[in-house]
């Protein structure tokens, strides 16, 4: 789905770097998601904005930071991680209208927190 | 009680049979179903989406969903070695922006 696109697709840090994931979409939708995927474990949703607006902050802690300065464009700010952050991050967009909303999600970065 | 429950497999089915996914949700109200798929390494794509009781078909994928007993199935027919991926039922919250999706099924098609 070109429609999300995501950067950078790979990431390794250390637990002292400070660095941001991007995300884009191109569907003119309203509503922005970040989501964590770690093996074996369902998709976590992290944070979602509507509208520029954090509408939802699914108790995560503080050293994942997102922004979202408008409707199409999504950041995670992230700082101090822990070795169990390594995890798939995704970020997804719908159009939300109330009960028929569908996500498209974009392809993901891998990171690694040694 | 999960609020989206899937069946982890894995589930192997022979190449050209049916395939038969079921997820159950806790939520009575939810209002819209969506299945996707996540080939490994990769991003989830939608397949499917169903917000009616009944049965939805687009080609060799069917959707079932029976919100009186709180369940929606994917049936694919057909079954392709292209199809061996894991699959994700979501469910949509009442009143919330957001989706729950269970643990997803893996789906081997042997050929």
């Known amino acids: 789905e070109t429609g999300v696109t995501q950067t950078p697709r790979h990431l390794v840090m250390g637990m002292t770097n400070k660095k941001s994931l991007k995300c884009e979409q191109h569907l003119g939708h309203n509503a922005m998601y970040w989501y964590k995927q770690s093996a074996k474990k369902p998709l976590e949703l992290m944070f979602v904005?509507?509208?520029?607006?954090?509408?939802e902050n699914n108790s995560v802690p503080s050293r994942f930071s997102p922004e979202c300065p408008n409707s199409s464009h999504l950041f995670l700010h992230l700082h101090t991680l822990q070795p169990e952050d390594s995890a798939l991050y995704l970020c997804a967009s719908s159009r939300w209208t109330s009960g028929e909303e569908t996500q498209y999600f974009g392809p993901g970065t891998r990171l690694l927190v040694l | 009680q999960k609020e989206v429950e899937q069946n982890s497999g894995p589930l192997s089915v022979p190449e050209g049979a049916i395939a038969s996914l079921n997820c159950t949700y806790s939520d009575r109200v939810s209002q819209s179903f969506f299945w996707y798929r996540q080939y490994s390494g990769k991003s989830p794509e939608l397949i499917m989406s169903i917000y009616s009781n009944g049965d939805k078909e687009d080609g060799r994928f069917t959707a079932q969903l029976n919100k009186a007993s709180q369940y929606v199935s994917l049936l694919i027919r057909d079954s392709q070695p292209s199809d061996s991926a894991t699959y994700l039922c979501?469910?949509?919250?009442?009143?919330?922006?957001?989706?729950?999706f269970g643990q997803g099924t893996r789906l081997t098609i042997n050929p």
């Open positions: 904005y509507n509208f520029k607006e954090q509408t």
């Open positions: 979501a469910v949509n919250i009442q009143g919330a922006q957001k989706l729950v």
